[in-house]
């Protein structure tokens, strides 16, 4: 059964898929934990790139090798599709890949007497499943917020949700939790985590879990304080703060700047749009509950790589000083950037295949750094 596991683990999603159906024996290896923890060791070893495509009610998925040569030469990846899904109401916002599962958001609306609360999808890219979250206990019925996290403890997802009422200023009220059960039977159900710090709510509610802890931006200069990084630890479900540096500040309510992983440290952008006009980076990362400033700047090859009409978001950071930058919407070819700011290069890496399930539509793009294929089923 083990060499069985590890001859499998070797093979592509789709044979793994196809294998299933071979007999009970192959089904049973290929549905056995060790054999989905042993797949989930391989992936993590060699992660990939995710990209999530989404306009309107439609969402696709499609990943690519993660280049791993240090060599400044451009590469060529084709785009491995995935799973492509039809919502019914449009998307509003995806989170970054956790541990293989990706969040879906959208928006509630009122149509005629008919109330569509706020709604959340959780996908698996790597096996097309996809469940609804259940909705929070809560008599309120609008402004639902919900982050996605991941338990490095007890090896399981999370949800931290609350509600911006009207009529409260912007205060979130209602923290829940709701833990994301792989394999178990027992009913999961929202508990309530005692936050005490108030919380207002920003337009932009982009959120990162870096080792256990979720980071997201609230900005409460309504109640008179000054705005702050809220810090959830994933394990322990407690809450607690930090302050931006003061050299942050105006910083802007429509757009307060992009959260990154640093190396396993958080990191703020406070502008994360590029263009071949651009000459630097500046980061914030917070590190012991100081924060430090870094400015990059973009070396010479810039301008001579990157397209005259790019506009780039920064996705992540590889290594120490090696940024990732991607564009905002779908094109074909596609083009991932890759910044070395200590050896001042700048490698493009070709994504072929990205406009080919877009019927010639420009899509939106989040592209996700370090994507792990985990084939564990969530239940609720």
Known sequence: MELMMDIFSRLSLKSIAICRCVSKQWGYVLGHPDFRDLRLA??????????????????????????????????????????????????????????GFVCVSFRGYQSGRQFMADESVVCNPSTGQSFTIPRMKTMKRTG???????????????????????????????????????????????RMAECGIPCASSRDRQSLCINGVFYYIELVSDWGLDSMIICFDVTSEKFSSVKFARDLYPVRRNYPGRLLDFNGKLALV????????????????????????????????????????????????????????????????????????????????VIQGMGAFGSGRRYYVRTCLNHVEDLKRMEL
């Open 144 to 190: 639902g917020i919900r982050f996605f996290g991941y338990d490095l403890v007890e090896k399981h997802h999370k949800v931290l949700a609350m509600i911006r009422p009207p009529g409260h200023g912007g205060r979130t009220v209602d923290h829940q939790v709701l833990t994301l059960l792989g394999g178990r039977t027992e009913k999961a159900t929202w």
């Open 270 to 349: 406070p502008s994360d749009s590029l263009r071949v006009t651009s000459k630097c980076i500046v980061m914030w990362v917070l590190q012991d509950s100081e924060w430090s400033k870094l400015v990059y700047i973009l070396p010479p090859m810039w301008k001579a790589v990157v397209g005259p009409k790019e506009c780039l978001e920064i996705v992540g950071v590889t290594g120490p000083n090696e940024f990732v930058m991607s564009p905002i919407y779908s094109s074909d070819p596609f083009h991932v950037y890759y910044c070395d700011f200590e050896k001042g290069t700048v490698k493009r890496v």
């Open 42 to 99: 391989r992936s993590q070893a060699r992660p990939c790139l995710l990209f999530a495509c989404f306009r309107g009610n439609k969402l696709f998925f499609l990943s690519s090798p993660q280049p791993q040569s240090q060599s400044p030469d451009d590469e060529m990846f084709a785009a491995d599709h995935h799973m492509s899904f039809s919502f019914t109401r449009p998307v509003k916002d995806i989170s970054t890949s956790v541990s």
